[in-house]
């Protein structure tokens, strides 16, 4: 399962309605891939589809899909926003990382 915090809903519900996504039919897609100065980094989406292996989650009003692969690196994930001085964003809160980077978009195991 992956969490959403208050403040990342408000913002995620923010860009969808920007970029012409619905927040009640469309999805939040969530996924690791190669990449990052860890290994590994975070890929965040719309999407207007569920594909057949993806994992559904509704969290905080927001509905969530995960392909099987990512979801194995994102269980017990929070999604937060931040948007203090130092810098505006995202944020993986993931217990399974051993190490990420400096600027957390990226991570091991």
């Not at 039919?25 to 292996?53: A, H, I, W």
């Not at 926003?81 to 091991?108: I, M, Q, W």
């Amino acid at each position: 399962m992956i969490k959403v915090s208050d403040t990342a809903k408000q913002k995620v519900i923010t860009l969808m309605q920007e970029d012409g996504f619905d927040i009640v039919n469309d999805y939040v897609r969530v996924g690791v891939k190669s990449g990052g100065c860890s290994g590994l980094s975070y890929d965040l989406t719309f999407d207007k589809e569920q594909k057949e292996d993806d994992k559904l989650f509704e969290e905080n009003g927001i509905k969530l899909i995960v392909d099987k692969k990512s979801f194995l690196y994102l269980i017990g994930t929070t999604l937060e926003y931040s948007g203090g001085l130092n810098g505006k964003g995202f944020v993986f809160n993931n217990p399974n990382a051993n190490r990420t980077c400096g600027c957390g978009e990226s991570f091991s195991l």
